[in-house]
């Protein structure tokens, strides 16, 4: 994990957004790359507001970067967590009538005042109030005591502008035509934020006060011509071969011998199986880096293991270093090429390396 890197693209997101801030996601143990040492990272460089889904993680962030002026929960918090959110200054989103009552008389319980956003579903269909259904019951958690709505915030569906650029702007919209009630309720302007990585690269225009950024602060899904910042992968997953073996042709590997040798050739056991996030579609797939060069994933993947067909005479040993994300002999292969194979997104391959995998960081 190159810390230099995360920072790197932390400043360049940071300087194309203008006048609107950063919003770090850190959700997720960071979308795998490790909780408190981001968001430790991240604070050091001068990011000061953070989002995460769940009120132990903020806490924990609260911890790694005590400066943050914002420690946004985007899930719906419990009231039995409110104590421990005052304390900690903590700031859950309020997502529904029920969730800020429940919340503001846990507030008042607790003798505090709680910060918190309102959150509008205004097309996603997940947390949120229906908008514009719901618009006057959102603007209602301004008055609730115990409460201090301090900001509005909504999250896209869809961002296809060439496709289906309506989607994003009805979102946008609805959003806009909400703010006059929920404003005048809180008697102040309220911070805003709408947008996460794909809307800052492709709806500038969706920006408001802070763009809520995941995907590109760790290198991914900026991949269109357009885009409007450049950011690196920040993780590389590495192996170690666990045995080589020179087999003839015809060698069957693996369960269910989905894999035979066409040809003699140096078969590498390595360690790394689906137990560990490896996902087993990459069986007969995916390619790991070797000795500087691509090499297939034979056979089904394993628990534990998975087996590269090296070819003839590879020069490889057991101890070797294998690359399955990361870049190794000016060979590349990151998230999105094992999530193309997998059917799934770069979201999916860095959230599920297992936690047991040992985390290094370079880059201080
Ligand atoms: C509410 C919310 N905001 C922002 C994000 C960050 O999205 P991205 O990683 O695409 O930038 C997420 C990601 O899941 C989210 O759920």
Same mark, same amino acid.
């Given at each position: 994990?190159?810390?230099?890197?995360?920072? +790197?693209?932390?400043?360049?997101?940071? !300087?194309?957004?203008?006048?609107?801030?950063?919003?770090?996601?850190?959700?997720?143990?960071?979308?795998?790359? +490790?909780?408190?040492?981001?968001? !430790?990272?991240?604070?050091?460089?001068?990011?000061?507001?953070?989002?995460?889904?769940?009120?132990?993680?903020?806490?924990?962030?609260?911890?790694?970067?005590?400066?943050?002026?914002?420690?946004?929960?985007?899930?719906?918090?419990?009231?039995?967590?409110?104590?421990?959110?005052?304390?900690?200054?903590?700031?859950?989103?309020?997502?529904?009538?029920?969730? +800020?009552?429940?919340?503001?008389?846990?507030?008042?319980?607790?003798?505090?005042?709680?910060?918190?956003?309102?959150?509008?579903?205004?097309?996603?269909?997940?947390?949120?109030?229906?908008?514009?259904?719901?618009?006057?019951?959102?603007?209602?958690?301004?008055?609730?005591?115990?409460?201090?709505?301090?900001?509005?915030?909504?999250?896209?569906?869809?961002?296809?502008?060439?496709?289906?650029?309506?989607?994003?702007?009805?979102?946008?919209?609805?959003?806009?035509?909400?703010?006059?009630?929920?404003?005048?309720?809180?008697?102040?302007?309220?911070?805003?934020?709408?947008?996460?990585?794909?809307?800052?690269?492709?709806?500038?225009?969706?920006?408001?006060?802070?763009?809520?950024?995941?995907?590109?602060?760790?290198?991914?899904?900026?991949?269109?011509?357009?885009?409007?910042?450049?950011?690196?992968?920040?993780?590389?997953?590495?192996?170690?071969?666990?045995?080589?073996?020179?087999?003839?042709? +015809?060698?069957?590997?693996?369960?269910?011998?989905?894999?035979?040798?066409?040809?003699?050739?140096?078969?590498?056991?390595?360690?790394?199986?689906?137990?560990?996030?490896?996902?087993?579609?990459?069986?007969?797939?995916?390619?790991?880096?070797?000795?500087?060069?691509?090499?297939?994933?034979?056979?089904?993947?394993?628990?534990?293991?998975?087996?590269?067909?090296?070819?003839?005479?590879?020069?490889?040993?057991?101890?070797?270093?294998?690359?399955?994300?990361?870049?190794?002999?000016?060979?590349?292969?990151?998230?999105?090429?094992?999530?193309?194979?997998?059917?799934?997104?770069?979201?999916?391959?860095?959230?599920?390396?297992?936690?047991?995998?040992?985390?290094?960081?370079?880059?201080?």
């Amino acid at each position: 994990m190159d810390l230099g890197r995360l920072r +790197g693209n932390a400043a360049a997101i940071q !300087a194309s957004l203008g006048g609107a801030g950063m919003l770090a996601v850190i959700k997720s143990d960071a979308y795998g790359h +490790g909780l408190e040492t981001v968001a !430790a990272s991240l604070g050091r460089a001068g990011v000061s507001r953070f989002a995460v889904a769940y009120v132990a993680e903020a806490a924990a962030v609260r911890v790694a970067a005590p400066a943050a002026e914002l420690v946004l929960v985007l899930g719906a918090a419990c009231p039995a967590e409110v104590p421990r959110m005052l304390r900690e200054r903590l700031t859950p989103v309020v997502v529904s009538a029920e969730h +800020g009552r429940a919340l503001s008389a846990a507030a008042v319980a607790a003798g505090g005042r709680l910060g918190v956003h309102v959150k509008l579903d205004t097309g996603m269909g997940r947390l949120g109030f229906v908008c514009p259904a719901e618009t006057a019951q959102a603007a209602e958690v301004c008055r609730l005591p115990g409460l201090e709505v301090r900001g509005v915030c909504t999250h896209f569906a869809m961002v296809e502008p060439e496709k289906k650029p309506a989607a994003a702007r009805g979102q946008a919209e609805k959003f806009r035509q909400a703010l006059p009630l929920i404003e005048a309720a809180a008697g102040r302007r309220l911070f805003r934020h709408m947008s996460s990585s794909r809307a800052a690269l492709l709806l500038p225009e969706c920006d408001q006060d802070a763009v809520r950024m995941g995907i590109s602060l760790y290198g991914y899904g900026a991949a269109e011509q357009d885009k409007r910042f450049a950011t690196v992968p920040v993780l590389q997953w590495k192996s170690r071969v666990m045995q080589v073996k020179t087999v003839p042709a +015809g060698f069957a590997v693996g369960y269910y011998a989905s894999y035979k040798t066409p040809a003699p050739t140096d078969l590498a056991t390595i360690s790394c199986g689906y137990t560990d996030g490896y996902q087993r579609h990459l069986g007969n797939k995916g390619q790991v880096l070797v000795g500087g060069k691509r090499r297939p994933v034979v056979g089904r993947v394993s628990m534990n293991w998975i087996s590269a067909d090296l070819g003839p005479d590879s020069g490889v040993k057991a101890g070797d270093e294998v690359v399955l994300i990361g870049e190794q002999g000016g060979e590349r292969i990151w998230a999105d090429e094992l999530a193309k194979h997998c059917g799934t997104i770069a979201y999916e391959i860095l959230t599920g390396i297992s936690r047991q995998i040992e985390r290094r960081y370079v880059g201080g």
